[in-house]
Nanobody, 121 residues
Framework: QVQLVESGGGLVQAGGSLRLSCAASGSIFSINAMGWYRQAPGKQRELVTIITSGGTTNYADSVKGRCTIHRDNAKKTVYLQMNSLKPEDAAVYYC???????????????WGQGTQVTVSS
């Protein structure tokens, strides 16, 4: 059983910063991409950023220059540093991992439970 446990959400004023963490645990052979998605009320879940096992990153245009994703492979943990937060960044942020749970298995997609980010104006 694989678990993704997020932490670091909360309430912050506009212009402030937050750092989210997501730790993967359980039966994991290898982790390919890890990333963050978000979903605001009444909106679809959207990609914020992803990072591959080789360190290649991709960011949504809305967060470029304000957010940085970092991955610690030894700890099976991914971090999202968010700066200059705006009210429109408020959402539930979900960690995502694409991984193999044993050698030769297909890639499986796992999600964390989500962590709330609230930005006050």
């Amino acid at each position: 059983q694989v678990q993704l446990v997020e932490s670091g959400g909360g309430l912050v004023q506009a212009g402030g910063s937050l750092r989210l963490s997501c730790a993967a645990s359980g039966s994991i052979f290898s982790i390919n991409a890890m990333g963050w998605y978000r979903q605001a009320p009444g909106k679809q879940r959207e990609l914020v950023t992803i990072i591959t096992s080789g360190g290649t990153t991709n960011y949504a245009d809305s967060v470029k220059g304000r957010c940085t994703i970092h991955r610690d492979n030894a700890k099976k943990t991914v971090y999202l540093q968010m700066n200059s937060l705006k009210p429109e960044d408020a959402a539930v942020y979900y960690c995502n991992a694409v991984l193999q749970d044993y050698r030769g298995s297909p890639d499986y997609n796992y999600w964390g439970q989500g962590t709330q980010v609230t930005v006050s104006s």
